[in-house]
């Protein structure tokens, strides 16, 4: 094993140099954004304030990691890829427990936060980061087969969680269908969506494909706002019913949830309920991906992700291949669209923007491409994160009262990810378990594979 180098003059000189560069670069970029600021004085009038201390301080933070990436970092990674390092066995054994540990933490997830938080504290924590990273993970999880196992980059996955959370809410207002019946018919409609994206892209690879879906995904939204006699536009649609459970609603009354099992009334029966609703649709997206990855399609789609002319000319249908991963795909958006509709009430074409598809791909690409574990993990760090971000207000001891940690989550969460890819391009999960092998499973280099580690 090769000893690590030492920092030697014209490696430190190098690393310096580097360091002030990027440093300079970052002052000129954050000089217009966190530099100055606009306030409005009590005469209401717009004046330009600035916040020398904030920008030098973060100029500085930036070039004292970039320093420490130069002299310390970047060695050891230049190491790391000269030669193949074992894994160690304490890192086999995590990998061994990590999944039974993570299905019993969220099945007794609630249990916990009410048990540490309270009734009243609990509300936050299971709504706001449960449920919430929950329908991302779905999300991923569905958008996973189209672009993780089937290698199709799909940039407009939100047209079929709008179409999902639209077919619940204009069904479930005007024939008072319950949520159990509408739940599988906003799935199919999503599904029946996904079929008519996929036959226009047949013949479309790459940069062309992504161009494509983003544009229907603009299209469905689009037709939302302008086709006010269905959706109401803009106004969206509010009123929509709340799954109950087995036909108890979750409220004050007589009849509620609260009254019939005689306990105190409060939201956080309601939350609970949907929280493992959301959890066992997920379960079920994991389960049905896994076993349809060991099937002839899901083989069909991880040989058509790493090369298409090949799978062609082994007589693979590629079109049946792509109709199915766009079908299904979709599928599992429109189940998490009618979750979304039924959770909040209210919907609009605000709540399907570009950046919710952008979020789950980047979700997927995060935790590394046609990995489940992966992309959970990345739902929880992205959405998780964020959501934690807003309680950084220890910050304004640091930066002075007048500084707002909620303005900067986004900037430094955008900085995290970047590290995040320099470090594991290939995604948080980056090893592939092959869902067919001969004779015995042999590690290949990831050069040889389209995702992943063979």
């Known amino acids: 094993m090769q000893q690590a180098s030492p920092v030697n003059g014209t490696n430190a000189f190098a690393a310096f140099r580097d360091a002030a560069l990027t440093a300079l670069i970052s002052f000129g970029l954050f000089l ?25 301080s973060i100029v500085g933070l930036i070039f004292v990691g970039r320093l420490a990436y130069s002299l310390f970092a ?17 890192l086999g054994t995590i990998g061994k427990w990590f999944v039974p540990f993570a299905i019993g933490f969220v099945i007794v997830y609630p249990v916990l936060v009410m048990g540490t938080a309270g009734s009243s504290g609990a509300l936050k924590w299971v709504d706001n980061f449960g449920i919430q990273i929950l329908i991302y993970v779905m999300l991923g999880w569905g958008l996973n087969i189209v672009v993780g196992l089937a290698g199709l980059l799909d940039l407009g996955y939100v047209a079929f969680y709008a179409v999902g959370a639209y077919s619940y809410a204009l069904l479930a207002k005007e ?33 062309y ?56 009334f409060s939201p956080i029966y309601r939350t609970i309920f949907l929280y493992y609703v959301i959890l066992a649709l997920a379960f079920l997206t994991a389960f049905v991906t896994v076993r349809l990855r060991r099937l002839p399609v899901g083989r069909a789609w991880e040989a058509l992700r790493e090369d298409e002319v090949a799978c062609r000319s ?22 998490a669209g009618s979750f979304f509709a039924a959770r909040q009430g209210f919907i609009s074409p605000e709540s399907f923007t570009f950046i919710e598809s952008a979020t789950i791909v980047a979700i997927v690409v995060l935790g590394g491409m046609g990995s489940q574990i992966g992309v959970a993990v990345a739902a929880v760090v992205m ?43 290939r995604g948080f999960v980056s090893t592939r378990q092959p869902t067919v092998f001969l004779k015995e499973r042999k590690s290949i280099s990831s050069d040889l594979v389209g995702e992943g580690h063979g």
């Open 314 to 335: 082994l007589g693979v249908n590629t079109t049946n291949t792509k109709l199915t991963a766009f079908s299904i795909g979709a599928m599992f958006g429109g189940f």
């Open 175 to 207: 024939f008072g269908f319950s949520f159990w019946l509408l739940m599988p018919l906003a799935g199919i409609m999503a599904s029946f969506w996904g079929v008519l994206l996929g036959f226009p892209v047949l013949r479309l690879r790459g940069d």
């Open 383 to 425: 959405i998780g994160g964020t959501e934690i971000m807003r309680e950084l207000n220890f910050l304004k001891q640091i930066f002075g009262e007048s500084f707002d940690p909620t303005q900067y989550r986004m900037l430094i969460f955008g900085f995290a990810m970047v590290l995040i890819m320099v470090f594991r391009p």
């Open 32 to 56: 217009p954004l966190i530099g100055f600021e606009t306030v409005v004085n009590i005469r209401n009038e717009l004046t330009l304030d600035t916040r020398w201390s904030l920008l030098f």
């Open 209 to 264: 494909l992504a161009i494509v879906t983003l544009a229907f995904g603009e299209i469905i939204r689009v037709v939302l706002i302008n086709w006010v006699d269905l959706t109401n536009g803009y106004a969206g649609i509010s009123g929509i019913p709340r799954p109950t459970f087995f036909g108890i609603p979750f409220t004050a009354g007589d009849d509620g949830f609260a009254a019939v099992f005689g306990l105190e």
């Open 74 to 90: 970047a060695p050891q990674i230049a190491q790391r890829k000269q030669r193949a390092a074992a894994t160690p066995a304490w």
